[in-house]
């Protein structure tokens, strides 16, 4: 017992604080990740509820791409292709040598994936919600965006949110993938902590805890926004 | 008046049906993205083309189809022993005894709140650590393999994932149906088995069918801990030459394979179901 909190320590001899700062790494690609996600999500979903044909298409084309790769295949190829692509790009101008940065790729590839699930929760809420109440907004003239903003999002956020809160809780996971591409993340470190003390067991076990708590965390809060949400609905 | 007069003459003509109102912006916009698509899809058609290696590919190729061959074994295997266990778990799930209940609702939220990369490393390298006591055992030749690992984590943790996927089917089965074998004088392992259970699996099944589509994309994780799966040939191959081509390869057979389960469990689908539908 005195060893495992020895190992656990906060400072130089311990790991603790090396792990805090792991989990804060991913904590942050979450945040970072989420709103991306949506924003790009829910313009998928526009399109793939749009009444053009074209606009549908090129929809379902990046819904059936990003949710059909493996996450950790969509981030290495944002990761090395996005290295070419931009290295190429720079190499038009100068020829200095750059590096892309493993948490802004890995905000992309998980951005991507994040929100080709999303899109499919967004269209179901958006065909959860009335026609009616659409053609009554046409009928009292209000344009395209007053109809979004006014009549349609604040129904979304309410029939959406239960998906949502399952892909965030899904994206808190995948960040772990990151540990793949040197981000140090909190998998990251703990495989360092591992490699430098030799006790796999302990310190993979709590990394798994953290994960746990934060997902436990986050669910709590989500039950809470949930509850706001549905707060004119009576019993739900 | 004169208004009164021109109704008489003139009798009010339903308004001529106009087509709704284009939207040209939508149609600018759906051209516009569709456009890139296809641009982006000929520029990778294009740098597949360009790149090709026919010595590289004859390599290759055949690397990657044994990954993808040990890919599928993964997968299936740990599907199928992970439905096995899923069964008792899900029953245990559902039981109102709290020792069935808490240790079942304990280990699928354990699998289901933590990442499959991290359960892998905690199998792989915690099996590591307990060698001596595994060699003891006689277990060691098991943990020694990654693949072995790997499947053992995959099994796991898709079991809690099935589990929770089959209580939630069973319990959504309407109440009615154990009150109407109940009426009928039928046993509850009866009902059970042959009343709720069928219709329990209908429900089920689409979950299931994204499941094993997560487990398809999951099983990249086992690349990670050296097993030479479709992603960890992809990753090797990679390595030796740098070549990028390599993963646009993989992506095309993840991709295909995806798409041909999801297509394929549709019509799996529409075809256990035949009997509730409406017939024409």
Same mark, same amino acid.
């Given at each position: 017992? +005195?060893?495992?909190?020895?190992?656990?320590?906060?400072?130089?001899?311990?790991?603790?604080?090396?792990?805090?700062?792991?989990?804060?790494?991913?904590?942050?690609?979450?945040?970072?990740?989420?709103?991306?996600?949506?924003?790009?999500?829910? &313009?998928?979903?526009?399109?793939?509820?749009? $009444?053009?044909?074209?606009?549908?298409? @090129?929809?379902?084309?990046?819904?059936?791409?990003?949710?059909?790769?493996?996450? *950790?295949?969509?981030?290495?190829?944002?990761? /090395?292709?996005?290295?070419?692509?931009?290295?190429?790009?720079?190499?038009?101008?100068?020829?200095? /040598? #750059?590096?892309?940065? $493993?948490?802004?790729?890995?905000?992309?590839? =998980?951005?991507?994936?994040?929100?080709?699930?999303?899109? +499919?929760?967004?269209?179901?809420?958006?065909?959860?919600?009335?026609?009616?109440?659409?053609?009554?907004?046409?009928?009292?003239?209000?344009?395209?965006?007053?109809?979004?903003? &006014?009549?349609?999002?604040?129904?979304?956020?309410?029939?959406?949110?239960?998906?949502?809160?399952?892909?965030?809780?899904?994206?808190?996971?995948?960040?772990?993938?990151?540990?793949?591409?040197?981000?140090?993340?909190? &998998?990251?470190?703990?495989?360092?902590?591992?490699?430098?003390?030799?006790?796999?067991?302990?310190? /993979?076990?709590?990394?798994?805890?953290?994960?746990?708590?934060?997902?436990? *965390?986050?669910? =709590?809060?989500?039950?809470?926004?949930?509850?706001?949400?549905?707060?004119?609905?009576?019993?739900? | 008046?004169?208004?009164?007069?021109?109704?008489?003459?003139?009798?009010?003509?339903?308004?001529?049906?106009?087509?709704?109102?284009?939207?040209?912006?939508?149609?600018?916009?759906?051209?516009?993205?569709?456009?890139?698509?296809?641009?982006?899809?000929?520029?990778?058609?294009?740098?597949?083309?360009?790149?090709?290696?026919?010595?590289?590919?004859?390599?290759?190729?055949?690397?990657?189809?044994?990954?993808?061959?040990?890919?599928?074994?993964? #997968?299936?295997?740990?599907?199928?022993?992970?439905?096995?266990?899923?069964?008792?778990?899900? =029953?245990?799930?559902?039981?109102?005894?709290?020792?069935?209940?808490?240790?079942?609702?304990?280990?699928?939220?354990?699998?289901?709140?933590?990442? *499959?990369?991290?359960?892998?490393?905690?199998?792989?390298?915690?099996?590591?650590? %307990?060698?001596?006591?595994?060699?003891?055992?006689?277990?060691?030749?098991?943990?020694?393999?990654?693949?072995?690992?790997?499947? =053992?984590?995959?099994?796991?943790?898709?079991?809690?994932?099935?589990?929770?996927?089959?209580?939630?089917?069973?319990? $959504?089965?309407?109440?009615?149906?154990?009150?109407?074998?109940?009426?009928?004088?039928?046993?509850?392992?009866?009902?059970?088995?042959?009343?709720?259970?069928?219709?329990?699996?209908?429900?089920?099944?689409?979950?299931?069918?994204?499941?094993?589509?997560?487990?398809?994309?999951?099983?990249? #994780? @086992?690349?990670?801990?050296?097993?030479?799966? *479709?992603?960890?040939?992809?990753?090797?191959? %990679?390595?030796?030459?740098?070549?990028?081509?390599? /993963?646009?390869?993989?992506?095309?057979?993840?991709?295909?394979?995806?798409?041909?389960?999801?297509?394929?469990? +549709?019509?799996?689908?529409?075809?256990?179901?035949?009997?509730?539908?409406?017939?024409?």
């Amino acid at each position: 017992m +005195e060893d495992v909190l020895g190992l656990l320590a906060w400072g130089p001899t311990g790991w603790g604080d090396e792990l805090a700062d792991g989990l804060r790494v991913t904590i942050l690609l979450a945040l970072a990740t989420l709103p991306y996600g949506l924003v790009l999500g829910f &313009l998928v979903a526009l399109a793939k509820n749009s $009444s053009d044909p074209a606009l549908a298409a @090129a929809g379902h084309i990046f819904t059936t791409i990003f949710r059909g790769l493996p996450e *950790l295949l969509t981030l290495f190829i944002v990761y /090395y292709g996005g290295q070419i692509l931009v290295q190429q790009l720079v190499n038009l101008f100068t020829d200095t /040598y #750059v590096e892309i940065n $493993s948490f802004v790729a890995g905000m992309i590839a =998980l951005g991507l994936v994040f929100a080709a699930f999303a899109s +499919e929760v967004f269209l179901g809420a958006l065909r959860a919600i009335d026609k009616g109440q659409i053609e009554a907004g046409k009928a009292l003239g209000l344009s395209t965006l007053q109809r979004l903003r &006014l009549i349609i999002l604040p129904q979304l956020i309410r029939y959406a949110l239960p998906g949502l809160s399952n892909l965030w809780l899904v994206l808190l996971k995948d960040t772990s993938l990151v540990s793949v591409i040197a981000l140090d993340d909190l &998998l990251r470190q703990t495989n360092i902590a591992v490699g430098a003390t030799k006790q796999p067991f302990l310190f /993979y076990a709590v990394a798994c805890l953290l994960y746990l708590s934060v997902s436990l *965390l986050s669910s =709590l809060a989500l039950t809470a926004i949930e509850r706001h949400v549905n707060r004119g609905q009576g019993r739900a | 008046m004169a208004m009164e007069k021109d109704r008489g003459t003139a009798p009010l003509a339903p308004p001529a049906w106009r087509p709704p109102p284009r939207q040209p912006g939508l149609r600018y916009a759906g051209i516009l993205a569709l456009g890139a698509w296809g641009i982006a899809g000929a520029g990778l058609l294009g740098y597949l083309i360009k790149g090709f290696d026919g010595a590289y590919f004859a390599r290759y190729a055949p690397k990657l189809l044994d990954g993808l061959i040990v890919t599928l074994e993964l #997968v299936s295997i740990s599907i199928l022993l992970g439905a096995i266990l899923a069964f008792p778990i899900a =029953l245990a799930r559902i039981s109102r005894h709290a020792v069935l209940w808490a240790p079942a609702f304990g280990y699928i939220y354990l699998f289901r709140g933590t990442p *499959l990369l991290a359960q892998t490393f905690l199998v792989y390298y915690g099996a590591g650590q %307990f060698r001596a006591e595994l060699v003891d055992l006689g277990l060691w030749w098991f943990f020694r393999e990654a693949f072995n690992c790997a499947l =053992l984590t995959f099994t796991l943790n898709t079991s809690a994932y099935q589990a929770e996927i089959l209580r939630g089917a069973i319990q $959504s089965v309407p109440r009615g149906q154990w009150e109407g074998a109940r009426a009928l004088g039928l046993h509850d392992g009866v009902t059970f088995f042959k009343i709720i259970l069928p219709q329990a699996f209908i429900i089920a099944l689409r979950p299931l069918g994204n499941e094993i589509i997560l487990m398809i994309k999951g099983s990249a #994780v @086992a690349s990670v801990i050296t097993v030479f799966d *479709l992603m960890g040939q992809t990753r090797l191959a %990679f390595s030796r030459s740098f070549e990028f081509q390599v /993963y646009i390869w993989a992506a095309v057979i993840y991709l295909s394979i995806v798409e041909t389960l999801r297509r394929v469990w +549709e019509r799996l689908e529409r075809w256990l179901t035949r009997h509730m539908r409406p017939r024409a």
